[in-house]
């Protein structure tokens, strides 16, 4: 069986499985910057040897070999860093989404500014102090009034722009579950592909690739668990549920939850997804949606409602220029304080503030200085042992204090982010030397295996076109 | 570890961006003065400089008070030091017209002097400061007294029409100090003296122009107790500003340790990051040159 022609068979199998490798190599280099790229390797491997007969031995000399063929494309891949990144890329998503979050509350609170509320809240009690030495001045009476306004709008401004973050990020809540959704469908697309592909014994390596890119941008958003099955197809659990098995993808969506935001459900039976919460985006922004702005609107809630009633009961004791007494100066809807202070219709007349502790005197001031003593109280309540300005300190310096730890948990998550795809990159990455050393190893092999095949050529030559020519 | 190219570019980029956002921080540092720019940048330095700033806040409030007390308190000085003269003229009248030598018409121009000098303390009485009466206690839009049938002729000292209303102004954190003296504590004394003079002169005994300057003398002391209780409230308000000024220079100091840029600091970092940016564009453009496809035929 084994005839004249074997070592043309043998050349030929060089020079095919040398041009395969020639082909992977150069298609690692055509994807040496492609994202999410893993090299592949031609393993080779000698075809199946064959039993030459010999002189001596009947079963034959030994075995002669047949040449090489391309056994397998390999892609390189540590599916162990690949597990350990898209855990921490889950990390990473979540701080990152909280460092921004926070960044963005902070510009709410704009301290420390000439413009803040720890300056208003100082300018609101100094016009106390103002009226409190010249009672019967209207001038005087206006600027407190104004001094006031300008603090419950700040207070309204601020509790309003917290409340538009809140929507901005239920907004961008259900938009991570769009493209949650979306990438599902991409993923079990590829997983039926893949599967197909492996069940004809080939390697769908770009395929691979591809999904666990995909499969990266998923992990960002949510911190998922991952199994991989034979054949190649892989499922993907949120929260012990299964989003994607298979070529199927159970779609998120989202209902309305108890604040009226919008809290994500599984599609098929409407029940709330099971967040693990410290990773991935869309447990940080339920975080900062959900947790944080509501702390700080409480905080502000509390403030706003410490200092109307503390201001309020002493206002209430005083006397107007034309006798009123017994009117709130601040009024607001409970449970939204903030966001509703202001400054009383019936005080808005200026004489009806009551900077007089006894009625029908115009230079009665005692009033006005109690009311400005507030500012030195402890408030009680909410507020503790703190006077207003202290509480309101004390929040900024726990925002700041939370703000910082989640920049610096961000920091922290991109070195160890950029320590893994550092790693995943060391193994999987294309290196331009290895491959053009490989280059011109198979170039060369191919080059001696063509030259295998011209000597071949010559002998034959020489067997067919000489041999059995003697005495022509 | 094998190294692949990518990894070293995504390397170098990601090193030269790391520099880059060091030099771009100093510099802003630098450009704008100020170290503390959101709270997380020091969140302790945060809650301290609002304290800081609240404090400067309301001690600039205090050194308000105290420049509205101090004009007031001066005013209300002007006042009695103009009836302290007033009365020491009287006492100079009284003691001329207690002499056995003098004529009734002596008497009677004498008295005509005494009124003159009534009227001119119900003047002083009415003293004010911008639209308000100084002696007036709460009720500044009314005048201590309204004399009939006129300021020379009264018969009787008028009653006091005002309140005994004490004007608190706050000159520290919760210390506060009296700022007006009410007409019947120093004017009182001195019409009522002034009015038995008067009356005393026009009747020409001398007996009763004695008792009278016995009173003119007790209006006087009581004027001085006046103007020595406004002198010692004077200085309360001096060393308060003293205080405040003090403290607000120290304060003031402290928030700007706390927010703004040490500027040799600043200036120095922002050298060394521009140094460490120049070595990061550096070294990463010999990184990238060599490869084995240079060297290959």
Redesign the interface.
Same mark, same amino acid.
């Given at each position: 069986m084994w005839g004249t022609f074997g070592s043309v068979e043998i050349a030929l199998r060089a020079l095919q499985a040398q041009r395969l490798a020639l082909d992977v190599i150069a298609h690692n280099i055509a994807n040496a910057n492609t994202p999410g790229y893993s090299r592949q390797v031609a393993r080779l491997e000698t075809t199946p040897p064959y039993p030459w007969p010999g002189l001596t031995r009947g079963a034959g000399a030994g075995q002669l070999g047949t040449g090489v063929r391309v056994a397998e494309i390999d892609r390189l891949r540590d599916a162990f860093t690949d597990l350990q990144l898209r855990q921490q890329l889950a990390l990473t998503g979540y701080h990152t989404v909280l460092a921004d979050g926070y960044a963005q509350v902070e510009a709410v609170f704009n301290e420390p500014s000439d413009s803040s509320l720890n300056q208003q809240l100082g300018k609101f009690f100094n016009a106390w102090q103002e009226l409190a030495l010249s009672p019967q001045d209207t001038a005087i009476r206006v600027g407190l009034i104004e001094a006031a306004r300008n603090l419950a709008g700040l207070f309204n401004r601020m509790a309003g722009q917290l409340k538009q973050l809140q929507q901005d990020l239920d907004f961008r809540l259900v938009n991570q579950v769009a493209e949650l959704n979306e990438l599902a469908d991409r993923i079990a697309r590829l997983n039926a592909q893949i599967g197909q592909i492996q069940g004809t014994g080939q390697r769908p390596n770009d395929l691979l690739d591809q999904r666990d890119a995909l499969l990266e941008d998923l992990a960002r958003i949510v911190r998922a668990a991952y199994v991989t099955a034979p054949d190649g197809q892989v499922t993907v659990y949120i929260g012990g549920r299964m989003l994607i098995h298979n070529d199927q993808a159970f779609r998120l969506t989202t209902a309305a939850g108890p604040g009226g935001f919008a809290e994500p459900v599984w599609a098929g039976d409407g029940t709330p997804v099971l967040l693990d919460d410290g990773s991935g985006e869309l447990a940080a922004t339920l975080r900062l949606r959900d947790t944080v702005i509501p702390g700080k609107l409480a905080d502000l809630n509390s403030l706003a409602a410490a200092l109307a009633g503390a201001v309020n009961a002493a206002h209430r004791a005083g006397y107007g220029l034309d006798g009123s007494t017994g009117l709130d100066f601040f009024v607001f809807t409970a449970g939204e304080e903030a966001a509703s202070l202001a400054v009383a219709p019936a005080v808005s007349d200026p004489l009806k503030i009551a900077a007089a502790l006894s009625p029908g005197s115009p230079g009665d001031g005692r009033n006005a200085l109690n009311i400005s003593q507030i500012q030195y109280q402890p408030q009680g309540g909410d507020l503790g042992t703190a006077t207003l300005g202290e509480f309101y300190q004390l929040l900024v310096g726990r925002l700041g204090l939370e703000a910082r730890q989640a920049e610096d948990q961000k920091a922290n998550q991109e070195v160890v982010k950029g320590y893994l795809e550092s790693r995943r990159d060391s193994f999987s990455g294309v290196s331009l030397d290895e491959e053009a050393g490989r280059l011109v190893l198979y170039q060369r092999a191919f080059e001696a295996a063509a030259r295998s095949l011209s000597v071949l050529d010559e002998v034959l030559d020489h067997l067919i076109n000489r041999t059995g020519l003697v005495g022509r | %570890?094998?190294?692949? $190219?990518? $990894?070293i570019?995504? $390397?170098v980029l990601?090193d030269i961006a790391a520099a880059f956002e060091r030099l771009n921080r100093y510099q802003r540092q630098v450009s704008s003065g100020r170290r #503390?720019t959101?709270?997380? !940048? !020091?969140?302790?330095g945060?809650?301290s *400089? #609002? /304290?800081y700033?609240?404090a400067i @806040?309301?001690l600039? $409030?205090?050194l *308000?008070?105290i420049d509205?007390?101090r004009s007031w308190l001066s005013a209300t000085d002007s006042a009695l030091s103009d009836l302290t003269l007033t009365l020491q003229r009287a006492r100079e009248l009284a003691v001329q017209g207690a002499s056995d030598t003098l004529s009734a018409d002596d008497r009677q121009r004498i008295a005509l002097e005494v009124r003159q000098l009534l009227g001119h303390t119900f003047q002083l009485s009415k003293a004010m400061l /911008? !639209?308000?009466y100084l002696f007036? /206690?709460?009720?500044? *839009?009314t005048p201590p007294y309204n004399p009939l049938p006129d300021e020379y002729d009264v018969p009787t000292p008028p009653p006091y029409q005002g !309140?005994g209303?004490q %004007?608190?102004?706050?000159v520290e954190? /919760?210390a *506060?100090i009296t700022l007006?003296l009410t007409a019947d504590q120093v004017f009182g004394p001195a019409i009522a003296a002034l009015i038995q003079l008067r009356d005393a002169l026009d009747s020409g005994s001398s007996a009763a122009v004695e008792a009278a300057l016995s009173a003119v003398d007790q209006a006087i002391n009581a004027a001085i107790d006046g103007r020595v209780v406004v002198g010692a409230r004077l200085n309360r308000l001096e060393e308060a500003e003293n205080r405040l000024l003090d403290l607000k220079l120290s304060l003031t100091e402290l928030k700007s340790k706390t927010?703004d840029v040490d500027f040799a600091e600043a200036a120095t970092h922002l050298a060394m990051a521009e140094t460490a940016y120049r070595a990061a564009l550096m070294g990463s453009a010999r990184m990238i040159q060599p490869? #084995? @496809?240079d060297f @290959?035929r």
């Amino acid at each position: 069986m084994w005839g004249t022609f074997g070592s043309v068979e043998i050349a030929l199998r060089a020079l095919q499985a040398q041009r395969l490798a020639l082909d992977v190599i150069a298609h690692n280099i055509a994807n040496a910057n492609t994202p999410g790229y893993s090299r592949q390797v031609a393993r080779l491997e000698t075809t199946p040897p064959y039993p030459w007969p010999g002189l001596t031995r009947g079963a034959g000399a030994g075995q002669l070999g047949t040449g090489v063929r391309v056994a397998e494309i390999d892609r390189l891949r540590d599916a162990f860093t690949d597990l350990q990144l898209r855990q921490q890329l889950a990390l990473t998503g979540y701080h990152t989404v909280l460092a921004d979050g926070y960044a963005q509350v902070e510009a709410v609170f704009n301290e420390p500014s000439d413009s803040s509320l720890n300056q208003q809240l100082g300018k609101f009690f100094n016009a106390w102090q103002e009226l409190a030495l010249s009672p019967q001045d209207t001038a005087i009476r206006v600027g407190l009034i104004e001094a006031a306004r300008n603090l419950a709008g700040l207070f309204n401004r601020m509790a309003g722009q917290l409340k538009q973050l809140q929507q901005d990020l239920d907004f961008r809540l259900v938009n991570q579950v769009a493209e949650l959704n979306e990438l599902a469908d991409r993923i079990a697309r590829l997983n039926a592909q893949i599967g197909q592909i492996q069940g004809t014994g080939q390697r769908p390596n770009d395929l691979l690739d591809q999904r666990d890119a995909l499969l990266e941008d998923l992990a960002r958003i949510v911190r998922a668990a991952y199994v991989t099955a034979p054949d190649g197809q892989v499922t993907v659990y949120i929260g012990g549920r299964m989003l994607i098995h298979n070529d199927q993808a159970f779609r998120l969506t989202t209902a309305a939850g108890p604040g009226g935001f919008a809290e994500p459900v599984w599609a098929g039976d409407g029940t709330p997804v099971l967040l693990d919460d410290g990773s991935g985006e869309l447990a940080a922004t339920l975080r900062l949606r959900d947790t944080v702005i509501p702390g700080k609107l409480a905080d502000l809630n509390s403030l706003a409602a410490a200092l109307a009633g503390a201001v309020n009961a002493a206002h209430r004791a005083g006397y107007g220029l034309d006798g009123s007494t017994g009117l709130d100066f601040f009024v607001f809807t409970a449970g939204e304080e903030a966001a509703s202070l202001a400054v009383a219709p019936a005080v808005s007349d200026p004489l009806k503030i009551a900077a007089a502790l006894s009625p029908g005197s115009p230079g009665d001031g005692r009033n006005a200085l109690n009311i400005s003593q507030i500012q030195y109280q402890p408030q009680g309540g909410d507020l503790g042992t703190a006077t207003l300005g202290e509480f309101y300190q004390l929040l900024v310096g726990r925002l700041g204090l939370e703000a910082r730890q989640a920049e610096d948990q961000k920091a922290n998550q991109e070195v160890v982010k950029g320590y893994l795809e550092s790693r995943r990159d060391s193994f999987s990455g294309v290196s331009l030397d290895e491959e053009a050393g490989r280059l011109v190893l198979y170039q060369r092999a191919f080059e001696a295996a063509a030259r295998s095949l011209s000597v071949l050529d010559e002998v034959l030559d020489h067997l067919i076109n000489r041999t059995g020519l003697v005495g022509r | %570890m094998r190294i692949t $190219q990518r $990894q070293i570019g995504e $390397q170098v980029l990601s090193d030269i961006a790391a520099a880059f956002e060091r030099l771009n921080r100093y510099q802003r540092q630098v450009s704008s003065g100020r170290r #503390l720019t959101r709270p997380a !940048d !020091d969140p302790a330095g945060t809650a301290s *400089t #609002l /304290g800081y700033r609240a404090a400067i @806040l309301r001690l600039e $409030q205090h050194l *308000t008070n105290i420049d509205r007390a101090r004009s007031w308190l001066s005013a209300t000085d002007s006042a009695l030091s103009d009836l302290t003269l007033t009365l020491q003229r009287a006492r100079e009248l009284a003691v001329q017209g207690a002499s056995d030598t003098l004529s009734a018409d002596d008497r009677q121009r004498i008295a005509l002097e005494v009124r003159q000098l009534l009227g001119h303390t119900f003047q002083l009485s009415k003293a004010m400061l /911008g !639209d308000r009466y100084l002696f007036s /206690g709460f009720k500044v *839009t009314t005048p201590p007294y309204n004399p009939l049938p006129d300021e020379y002729d009264v018969p009787t000292p008028p009653p006091y029409q005002g !309140d005994g209303g004490q %004007m608190p102004a706050e000159v520290e954190a /919760g210390a *506060t100090i009296t700022l007006n003296l009410t007409a019947d504590q120093v004017f009182g004394p001195a019409i009522a003296a002034l009015i038995q003079l008067r009356d005393a002169l026009d009747s020409g005994s001398s007996a009763a122009v004695e008792a009278a300057l016995s009173a003119v003398d007790q209006a006087i002391n009581a004027a001085i107790d006046g103007r020595v209780v406004v002198g010692a409230r004077l200085n309360r308000l001096e060393e308060a500003e003293n205080r405040l000024l003090d403290l607000k220079l120290s304060l003031t100091e402290l928030k700007s340790k706390t927010e703004d840029v040490d500027f040799a600091e600043a200036a120095t970092h922002l050298a060394m990051a521009e140094t460490a940016y120049r070595a990061a564009l550096m070294g990463s453009a010999r990184m990238i040159q060599p490869s #084995l @496809l240079d060297f @290959l035929r």
